[in-house]
């Protein structure tokens, strides 16, 4: 579904993304794992079109994203920190998006987590005035709005209280079933170790591995992913 | 009088009775012309115009007019006679010459309709024109579409009040609506006048009073004045005309309780002073002008009492005026109160309201504690350089201004109100 | 585009620093007409809130929007959605916002008022400093990503607008007070919108008597009917120009 290949992106004097080549397929619930800044938000924010990369290309369903915006039509994203026209009441919020998202594919709108989140009794509510966790919540229910086959959660369940998270978790294994691409990013790897079935591991702007999570238990001998991971990561330093 | 005399000496013998009666008003009132004849001009009648009635009339004759239409060219009064209209007969000139050409003394004119005199740019061509003639009366005329309105040359004692004039309203052909030239005592009182080159027009006439009059919309000067000393003005309006006022050339004239007002245009003043010395303007305001009173060499003029109220600039005083005194005077939201075109100083000023004055009177002396600059720093910048008007009402040329009061020796103009009065000043 | 503009129209009818805009100017449009009974005395006290505020807060209150609305505008750019119709978006609800505070501040006092051809002058140039001075502000906002550079780069602006470059072209006119410069002081005020406007407005006031021979110049070039086609649309490429280069940046610009 997505192919990225060799894209590079350069910030001033800092390197975000060194050459990186990566595919990802529908069905697939691929976690991008690496340390702070290494270039894991930058490239969802190619994928969106929100940075132009300076080099490589990246093909969505056989087309080249530069210069076209309707892809997006097929994308639902959650950003980091979802913030929102501040005097806008949520309801209106939804009104807005289901309105301007009215060139999408499909008609439906999927509501599941609106309903699942109880966001419609906070509808008459502004924007200003919930909380940091309730506009994730708002964040992860405009993602899914379009039954959109590709999703892109930044940081899903930070700031979500353990049920919503729970709820979330569900919904991906969900849709992942329905046969979407959902890419997450995460620093909680027994969160990741429940919904995701692969990692590409994000160092410094360049993507050193992007394997199942099958693959990297059996080849590090660890029943736990973080431990798993970390096998992994010291392995190949003594490589290189 | 003495052929009325003698023909009542005839009588003497046929009536006595009437004769003594006759004789004793003779005696009693012997100024008073009871024994003038009375004419009157009527068509349809033996008189049926003003001409035939003049060459019957005897001095001291009083000539009526019944109301109706008379075509006159050049209707010359030789004697002295009271022409005198019933109800504003029309006199008409059929835009050839002068309507009325006065060559005597002691004429008067009243309640006409005079219309309808000839233009012409070599000669001066007048509704009324009185050459050589002394105790003329000019009264309650409606003067319209006249070339000139009233014009005196060399007229001793006169007076000319509650006329209307109305002229040709043509920038280049109108005459002056009542034009003195080598006149004195002459009262000018109550008259309306507009539409004329001048509305007022004196050259060498002196010991003048002029009073009440209107005089708007004229197309140079409302009132122009030139070596006509020792004359009074006061109570006139002068409102929107080209140019405003000129008195040029003259000392000793009285200017109280005039209004000067709305004249605006590039080169309009409210009363423009060139060449005056010892004179007195006092009481009067200057409202709305673009430039209040611009004065050019004058001397020891004394203003005093009077209100600059929305001018343009209030005051522009060239550097050869010297021992001008300006006290208590109001500065009413002018755009300019002051602007000079030299550095140093020979006037005064003392006492004056102004309305931009920013300091404080901390010992309630209701004077200003500190001196008023009148001459804005914005203003000495475009005396130096005259572009610089095209910053006018910026942000910049307000700053400029704000700057000045902050550090006055950015100024270099040499101009105070040491005791600048801190409220408005009412007489 | 048309649904951002009502978005953002929406939103920003809401905001109480625009509501405040409003009630300043309309506080001071009919203050300074009851105080002064002469009307033509109080469009020329609101000549100085038109020359100065108005510019200020275009710029400000735009610059301000534009960075709360920074995660809004992220929003939109992951919607299919053109980059150049979100920044077209955006700039048309806030300029249309401010345009409608202007009106109802300043215009309407003024129609009351007033309603002379200066009023009318008055109106357009407001209008037309309202968008040129929402421009500008795009400009600045889409130069950074930092709030506080971008009102920085604002507050420049504006100051350079109104006072920095009035006190060069004062420089000018003294360092070459030998040559007549009338004309080419016309072309300079080209180079500033504020001053094109002032000097336009000024033209038809009673005032400009007191502009001399200047005076006699620029109402030469500003009275005729080309003068003031050529003035407009010197005013029109002033608000074009600005939100023209920021679209381009924005077209390229990393959120």
């Known amino acids: 579904m997505i192919q990225i290949e060799g894209l590079q992106k350069r910030y001033g004097k800092i390197q975000a993304l060194r050459g990186i080549d990566l595919t990802f397929n529908l069905g697939q619930v691929v976690a991008l794992v690496g340390p702070n800044a290494s270039g894991k938000t930058t490239l969802i924010k190619c994928l969106l079109g929100m940075v132009i990369p300076d080099g490589g290309k990246i093909i969505f369903d056989g087309n080249d994203i530069k ?33 301007l998202g009215k060139t999408r594919v499909k008609e439906l709108f999927d509501e599941e987590l609106i309903v699942a989140f109880k966001l419609e009794e906070m509808f008459g509510k502004p924007m200003r005035a919930l909380s940091g966790g309730t506009r994730q919540k708002v964040s992860a229910a405009l993602s899914f709005l379009f039954d959109p086959e590709v999703i892109i959660l930044d940081e899903p369940t930070a700031g979500l209280d353990p049920l919503a998270s729970e709820i979330l978790k569900q919904k991906i294994q969900k849709e992942k079933d329905a046969g ?6 995460s620093h909680i790897m027994s969160e990741l170790e429940e919904i995701a079935d692969s990692i590409a591991y994000i160092v410094e702007g360049e993507a050193i591995f992007y394997k199942s999570i099958a693959e990297i238990k059996s080849e590090s ?6 431990r798993a991971l970390f096998h992994l990561l010291h392995n190949l330093k003594c490589t290189r | 009088m003495p052929r009325i005399v003698k023909l009542n000496n005839r009588r003497l013998f046929i009536n006595p009775i009437f004769n003594v009666i006759a004789l004793l008003i003779l005696l009693f009132n012997p100024t008073a012309n009871v024994l003038a004849r009375e004419i009157t001009v009527k068509p349809g009648t033996k008189t049926n115009t003003i001409q035939k009635a003049i060459s019957m009339a005897q001095n001291g004759d009083v000539i009526k007019v019944a109301k109706s239409t008379y075509f006159i060219e050049e209707l010359i009064i030789d004697k002295s006679v009271n022409l005198i209209g019933l109800d504003f007969p029309v006199l008409d000139g059929l835009n050839k010459g002068n309507l009325i050409i006065i060559r ?14 000839g233009i012409s740019n070599i000669k001066d061509k007048a509704g009324i024109r009185v050459e050589k003639g002394d105790s003329v009366n000019i009264i309650g005329n409606r003067i319209e579409n006249t070339c000139f309105g009233i ?19 043509s920038v280049i052909q109108s005459g002056n609506g009542i034009h003195l030239w080598y006149s004195h005592h002459i009262n000018i009182h109550n008259n309306k006048i507009s539409g004329q080159r001048d509305g007022i027009y ?3 006439a002196t010991h003048c009073e002029i009073s009440n009059n209107l005089s708007e919309n004229n197309h140079r000067y409302g009132l122009h004045f030139m070596f006509s000393n020792n004359d009074n003005y006061t109570f006139n309006t002068f409102r929107n005309n080209g140019s405003g006022v000129a008195v040029m050339y003259t000392k000793h004239i009285t200017m109280t309780n005039n209004t000067f007002e ?10 423009l002073l060139k060449d005056i010395s010892r004179s007195v303007i006092s009481n009067n305001t200057f409202s709305k002008n673009t430039s209040g009173i611009y004065m050019e060499g004058t001397s020891q003029v004394k203003a005093e009492h009077n209100n600059f109220l929305n001018n343009g600039l209030a005051i522009r005083m060239l550097a050869d005026c010297e021992k001008d005194t300006f006290m208590l005077n109001n500065f009413i939201g002018n755009t300019f109160d002051f602007t000079t075109n030299g550095s140093e100083n ?32 914005y203003s000495q910048i475009i005396e130096k350089l005259p572009s610089a008007v095209f910053l006018l009402r910026s942000f910049i040329a307000e700053l400029l201004d704000k700057a000045e009061r902050a550090l006055p020796s950015l100024s270099y103009v040499n101009l105070y109100d040491n005791e600048p009065s801190i409220k408005i000043i009412r007489p | 585009m048309y649904k951002i503009i009502k978005y953002v129209l929406h939103d920003i009818f809401r905001n109480r620093i625009l509501l405040a805009y409003v009630v300043l100017l309309s506080l001071s449009s009919f203050g300074l007409f009851m105080m002064n009974e002469d009307v033509s005395k109080g469009i020329s006290s609101l000549l100085t809130v038109l020359l100065i505020v108005v510019p200020m807060v275009s710029i400000l209150f735009t610059t301000i929007y534009f960075f709360n609305s920074y995660e809004f505008i992220e929003l939109l750019v992951a919607q299919p959605l053109k980059r150049s119709n979100i920044l077209l978006g955006v700039y048309s609800g806030v300029g249309l916002s401010l345009l409608a505070a202007f009106w109802v501040g300043i215009g309407l006092p003024i129609i009351i008022f007033d309603g002379t051809v200066v009023g009318w002058y008055f109106l357009l140039s407001g209008s037309l400093l309202t968008m040129i001075f929402v421009s500008l502000a795009f400009l600045a906002s889409v130069l950074t990503r930092d709030k506080t550079r971008g009102i920085g780069i604002s507050m420049l602006l504006w100051f350079y607008f109104t006072l920095i470059f009035d006190g060069i072209l004062l420089m000018v006119l003294f360092a070459f007070s030998d040559y007549p410069l009338e004309k080419l002081t016309i072309f300079l005020s080209c180079l500033n919108p504020v001053d094109l406007a002032r000097i336009m407005i000024l033209l038809k006031m009673d005032i400009s008597a007191l502009m001399g021979y200047t005076g006699a110049v620029f109402n030469q070039f500003f009275g005729s009917s080309l003068g003031i086609v050529i003035s407009i649309s010197v005013m029109l490429i002033w608000v074009a120009v600005p939100i023209a280069i920021a679209l381009r940046i924005f077209e390229r610009k990393n959120l």
């Open chain 1, 221 to 226: 001998g660890e029943e736990r992913l973080g």
């Open chain 2, 346 to 377: 020979l006037n005064y000023l003392k006492g004056n309201y102004w309305d931009k004055y920013s300091g404080y009177d901390l010992n309630h002396d209701k004077k200003g504690d500190i001196p008023y600059r009148p001459v804005s720093l």
């Open chain 2, 262 to 271: 709305q004249n605006w245009g590039s080169s309009s003043y409210g009363l």
């Open chain 2, 151 to 169: 014009y005196l040359a060399k007229v001793n004692c006169g007076t000319i009040r509650d006329n209307t004039i109305h002229g040709i309203n």
């Open chain 2, 202 to 204: 004196f050259e060498f």
């Open chain 1, 180 to 185: 979407k691409l959902i890419l997450v990013t």
């Open chain 2, 104 to 117: 005597a003394s002691h004429v008067t004119i009243k309640g006409f309709v005079i219309q309808n005199s």
């Open chain 1, 67 to 99: 210069g076209d915006v309707l892809y997006k039509r097929r994308i639902g994203y959650m950003p980091q920190i979802g913030r929102y026209p501040d005097n806008m009441r949520m309801g209106y919020l939804f009104g807005m998006m289901k309105d």
